[in-house]
């Protein structure tokens, strides 16, 4: 027989074989997918619609804010907002941050300005728009990292007791994943899974610190990596870096709560000649305008807004118990 048709029969065989093996894997996921279907009927379908219409829209506003942020991509403030956006669990780039920032300051501005006719009122309504972005990533930062320092105690009893039970670290490490919710969790897994893609189990516990920024578990994470230096009872160590967050926990509780009046008073230094002024400028325009255009009312302001800030800088200095 010619060797060119034995090679074609060959080459053809191999081609169905493959073909024929690809068929069998699809019957399989079809079984599945039907089988899916008839328990879960058009359920399964209707929410996964919803998550894929979702993406797209999320999609196409994360490219409009890409594309406002694209000055600052290649800029030194574009990583430091990453590692920010990182603490805080926002699912948006620096530079996607940075271009919201600047659409709020811009399109808050002129709208204003259109609106009230009033440069004042523009440049009031700017100064909001670039300043509650960062309000918003410090504070979710903030509850964020609080919410964890409330779990790692709890977490850190569980690890205890699993590496008592025979667990190893890592092992011990999924089972807080499992008991406990986010944001602990989340962190937890992030981590095991850099550890079983092949990371030092070091580097992914510092990179976790880094990525927290909260002192307990930076505690948590310089216990550890001493221990598996210089050896020692893990368990035992666990437990009273626990107990000692724990006390922390309560002391600041405690601290919060008696100094809840010297905070207020901060907040209404802070917030009332803003919102008297505001209002006043408003009401009775021609009242308030002697203030901010002659020589002696610019003076009298500056020297409103220094002193307002020292105000409320000693006031926070004073509240603001290290423990």
């Known amino acids: 027989m010619n060797p060119a048709i ?3 029969l060959v080459f053809f065989t191999i081609i169905l074989f493959f073909l024929g093996i690809s068929q069998l894997k699809a019957g399989e996921r ?6 899916m279907q008839r328990f879960a009927g058009n359920r399964m379908q209707d929410a996964m619609d919803e998550v894929k219409k979702k993406n797209k829209n999320f999609k196409a506003v994360r490219r409009v804010l890409e594309l406002a942020g694209k000055p600052f991509s290649a800029r030194q403030i574009t990583a430091r907002v990453d590692t920010e956006l990182a603490k805080a669990d926002i699912l948006l780039k620096g530079e996607e941050f940075l271009g919201l920032t600047l659409i709020l300051t811009f399109g808050g501005g002129v709208f204003f300005l ?3 006719g009033n440069l004042l009122a523009g ?4 100064s909001c728009g670039f300043y509650l972005p960062f309000f918003a990533l410090r504070t979710s930062k903030a509850k964020r990292i609080t919410k964890f320092n409330a779990q790692i105690g709890d977490a850190l009893v569980i690890m205890a007791n699993s590496l008592r039970s025979g667990f190893s670290f890592l092992q011990a490490m999924d089972m807080v994943c499992k008991e406990l919710p986010d944001p602990i969790a989340k962190e937890f897994s992030v981590a095991l899974q850099e550890m079983n893609w092949g990371a030092p189990t070091e580097e992914s516990l510092l990179n976790m610190a880094s990525r927290l920024g ?3 578990l930076e505690l948590v994470v310089t216990a550890v990596l001493i221990q598996r230096q210089v050896g020692g009872n893990l368990a035992e160590v666990l437990d009273n870096i626990a107990t000692t967050i724990r006390e922390r926990v ?3 509780g405690e601290i919060k709560t008696l100094t809840a009046q010297g905070r207020m008073s901060g907040l209404v230094i802070g917030i009332l000649p803003s919102l008297l002024t505001s209002s006043l400028y408003f009401l009775n325009p021609e009242y308030i305008t002697l203030l901010f255009s002659s020589k002696t009312g610019i003076f009298l302001v500056m020297a409103a807004v220094i002193f307002q800030i020292l105000g409320f800088a000693l006031i926070r200095k004073i509240v603001q118990i290290p423990v």
């Open 123 to 126: 440049i009031i309504a700017a």
């Open 6 to 8: 034995i090679a074609s």
């Open 30 to 35: 079809e079984t599945v997918n039907a089988r």
């Open 114 to 116: 259109l609106i009230t």
């Open 250 to 252: 309560r002391i600041k």
């Open 214 to 216: 909260s002192e307990d």
